[in-house]
């Protein structure tokens, strides 16, 4: 009970975020789980150990296992739960830092919005780029150098493009950890298009 | 920096194209700016041009003729040697950065551009060209 309020607590901070309560695993396996955009779970229920409801739960996205503890080698968070945590599991922290963007536009709200723009219709170009690029390494070098001007600007962490463009130049690159180094990428350029999108409106609103 | 001077800048990106169009909107410089898209495209500029640029800004990575093919190309030319060069990449490359100063540069700049450094940078070039002006 203590943990449910201090979960409840936390998310009073999160207006779109309705809270359901489970706390069997009798009750869990009558649940259609994929209806849930997240799901965090006690590491043990009063009728489940960790095993148990990591077979149940582990290969879906979005779950989370807390505890009070921890578990040696398992990605459990620890109680209490935080609202940096919720965030995480939503993905509602910003992709983006605009910082640049606003620095140099000095407050003059027609060349933020071109930038956006700009930004807007360049990032799903060099994300295209890239998927159609996976074949080749040389294209992929490029195209990955060439999104990384878009990132810059709009703040966006291009760690992983840096190591897909070093990665582009061994010829016998690790294939499993290249792909998933462009599925983070696809991800956090999809994540941030849909966030200039809203960032767009909402400049274009306040500029009228 | 004489004012009827034009900058010109080699610049393949068109988020890079206009970070340093607003950096020169605000450093209030009125030079104009001409923008090619690759070494060969700003060869072609230099060679047709009724009046030499007073700067060039040259990206490295470009297609067709990227920046130190363009710069090895400057080279074979006197005249063209005068104009001074600012480059403007991504790679912190030691190795980068000498062998474009060997090249003749000027000036080395890592994006994102610090407009600090972007201004003194234009500063100490138009200094040089008030110097040099009766030279040039």
């Not at chain 1, 810059?152 to 010829?171: F, P, W």
Request: a negative charge; aromatic letters at 8%.
């Amino acid at each position: 009970m203590v943990d449910i309020l201090a979960i409840k607590r936390v998310l009073k901070s999160f207006e779109d975020i309705a809270l359901f309560v489970c706390s069997t695993f009798n009750d869990l396996q009558n649940l259609d789980l994929s209806d849930y955009d997240a799901i965090i779970s006690d590491s043990n229920l009063a009728d489940a150990d960790y095993i148990k409801l990591k077979r149940h739960m582990g290969g879906l996205a979005n779950v989370q296992f807390v505890s009070g503890s921890g578990i040696a080698g398992e990605p459990i968070w620890l109680k209490p739960i935080n609202k940096e945590n919720i965030e995480t599991l939503f993905c509602f922290r910003s992709v983006m830092d605009l910082d640049y963007i606003e620095n140099l536009a000095q407050g003059d709200a027609d060349f933020e919005i071109d930038m956006i723009e700009t930004a807007l219709r360049i990032l799903p170009e060099r994300l295209d780029e890239m998927k159609k690029s996976i074949e080749s390494l040389k294209d992929l070098k490029l195209a990955a150098h060439r999104t990384k001007s878009s990132y810059r600007v709009c703040g966006i962490d291009a760690t992983a493009l840096n190591e897909v463009e070093e990665m582009s130049e061994i010829d016998f690159c690790n294939k499993v950890q290249l792909e998933a180094l462009l599925k983070s990428i696809y991800t956090t350029t999809t994540k941030a298009i849909s966030e200039l999108e809203t960032l767009l409106l909402s400049r274009v609103k306040k500029k009228n | 920096m004489l004012a009827s001077k034009k900058i010109l800048l080699l610049e393949d990106d068109i988020v890079d194209v206009m970070t340093v169009k607003r950096a020169i909107k605000q450093l209030n410089i009125v030079n104009e700016l001409v923008v090619k898209e690759n070494g060969e495209e700003g060869l072609e500029f230099l060679r047709n041009t009724a009046e030499l640029p007073g700067l060039i800004f040259l990206d490295i990575n470009m297609p067709k003729m990227n920046g130190i093919e363009f710069l090895q190309e400057l080279k074979k030319n006197e005249e063209w040697l005068q104009i001074p060069i600012v480059v403007l990449t991504t790679s912190k490359d030691q190795q980068d950065k000498l062998h474009t100063f060997k090249l003749g540069i000027s000036g080395y700049m890592i994006k994102p551009i610090s407009y600090e450094l972007f201004k003194e940078m234009v500063v100490t070039i138009k200094n040089y060209w008030n110097f040099s002006e009766h030279s040039y």
